[in-house]
């Protein structure tokens, strides 16, 4: 069993907290502010004043605080107590934030481990909790066992920024996923049809699209989109115009899927509509140079 410290007692910190004493750790607490630590000191945690008490109670430090402006200000405060120690940041941010943070900390004399955690406070130690992590391989190999207790841990690489960038990505999946979801029962709804009757047919449908996204990978990855002789880009545009033209009759707003349809008539435009839809991509990616 180990020694694991916490910094922040907001919904997460306090799920994780809560998994480590489950798990049988000894485990130390420290929050911003006062007053949140009361049912985990019942189960066991010990709670200290400050975040470099708690930083000097353990080997390693887990600290999920709201943002990066945040976790910046705790590291700032507890700097002195920082050396020799393992720092593992699951704070969400960008890959930018987690690389300066992996940096000054190093600069402090201690590991930095970031993370991203892929799962909300109540599915922490479930079997769906995916933890994303990058930056000291030491520290993730001394911690591997107490940190696949919060759920599955997946090592990315050395660079700080993977794990963020990876769960930034892995949320963009979901908010395009959500976006077409709302639209979709907006549109129904406008005849009073209810969501929930109509996920009978949306999600099988939606389960049934995925399985063109190997297809789109391999495009995106050569950067070759093809001949579509089955559904071009040109007739998707079309079709498109098409929901969104449907939607204006319905009353329904087309603010979540606009953008979209001005890439499909750029890519349409610029001579590419007899081609796969992943040409979409091309538009949006970083440009070389
Ligand atoms: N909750 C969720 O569903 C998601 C799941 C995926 C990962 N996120 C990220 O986890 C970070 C923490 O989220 P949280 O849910 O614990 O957030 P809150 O319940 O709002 O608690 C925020 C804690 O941050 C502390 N805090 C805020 N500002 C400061 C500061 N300047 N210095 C020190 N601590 C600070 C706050 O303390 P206090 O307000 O109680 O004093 C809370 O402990 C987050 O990055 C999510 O994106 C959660």
Same mark, same amino acid.
């Given at each position: 069993m180990a020694n694991i410290s916490i910094l922040g007692l907001g919904a997460m910190g306090q799920a994780l907290t809560a998994r480590f004493l489950q798990q049988g750790h000894t485990v130390t607490i420290w929050n911003?502010?006062? @007053?949140?630590a009361a049912s985990l000191v019942a189960k066991g945690a010990r709670e200290v004043k400050s975040a470099a008490g708690a930083i000097a109670a353990s080997d390693v430090t887990v600290m999920c605080v709201l943002d990066y402006a945040a976790s910046d200000s705790v590291i700032d405060e507890a700097a002195s107590a920082l050396s020799g120690r393992a720092l593992v940041n699951l704070t969400n941010g960008t890959p930018a934030q987690a690389r300066a943070a992996a940096g000054r900390v190093a600069g402090l004399g201690a590991a930095y481990l970031d993370g991203g955690i892929m799962a909300t406070p109540p599915m922490i @130690? /479930? %079997?769906h909790a995916l933890i994303l992590y990058s930056g000291s391989k030491a520290t993730f190999d001394a911690h591997a066992g107490a940190l696949e207790g919060l759920g599955a841990a997946n090592y990315l690489g050395a660079d700080a920024g993977l794990a963020s960038l990876h769960d930034l990505a892995l949320l963009s999946g979901m908010y395009g996923l959500f976006a077409g979801f709302f639209h979709a029962s907006a549109l129904i709804d406008s005849e009073g049809i209810r969501a929930a009757s109509f996920l009978k047919l949306l999600s099988p449908w939606m389960t049934a699209m995925m399985g063109a996204l190997p297809e789109y990978a391999e495009k995106i990855d050569s950067g070759r989109h093809g001949v579509n002789v089955v559904s071009n880009l040109g007739m998707q545009a079309a079709s498109l115009d098409n929901i969104l033209t449907a939607s204006r009759e319905q009353g329904v707003a087309t603010d979540l899927l606009d953008p979209m349809l001005e890439l499909f008539r750029k890519r349409a435009g610029a /001579?590419? @509509? #007899? %081609? #796969?839809?992943? @040409?979409?991509?091309e538009l949006i990616r970083r440009k070389s140079g």
């Open positions: 911003r502010t006062p @007053g949140k @130690g /479930g %079997e /001579g590419f @509509g #007899d %081609e #796969d839809i992943s @040409g979409l991509f």
